[in-house]
């Protein structure tokens, strides 16, 4: 659903810009079916990540006994989307505030 809203999205700004654009002056666009060589590379796939309070991590994370089943089934979902697992770090706010006991 994302990729087909950031489509639309796309899309209609573009036609907005080529039509105010068109008001103006008129242009010739050309487009290739090809990535020109001197073009950009693309995001890397690794790119997403999520962040998790430090608060909460034992929610959203479980234990081994016990995962959360809801947090394995988003970045499984996430990573079904991107090809890769998303890296997760803990929010900054409470990691500035929390005291780790070591057991």
Same mark, same amino acid.
């Given at each position: 659903? %994302?990729?087909l %809203?950031?489509?639309l999205f796309t899309a209609s700004t573009f036609s907005a810009a080529l039509a105010a654009a068109?008001?103006?002056s008129s242009a010739i666009i050309s487009l290739t079916r090809n990535v020109p060589a001197d073009a950009s590379s693309s995001v890397p796939k690794? @790119?997403?990540?999520?962040?998790i309070e430090?608060? @909460?991590f034992a929610d959203y994370g479980g234990n081994l006994s016990h995962p959360t089943v809801f947090s394995i089934n988003l970045l499984s979902n996430v990573e079904k989307l991107t090809g890769v697992m998303p890296m997760v770090r803990a929010g900054v706010l409470q990691e500035l505030r929390s005291t780790v006991l070591e057991a």
């Open positions: 659903m %994302l990729p %809203l950031l489509a068109s008001e103006s690794d @790119f997403g990540s999520i962040s430090y608060a @909460f």
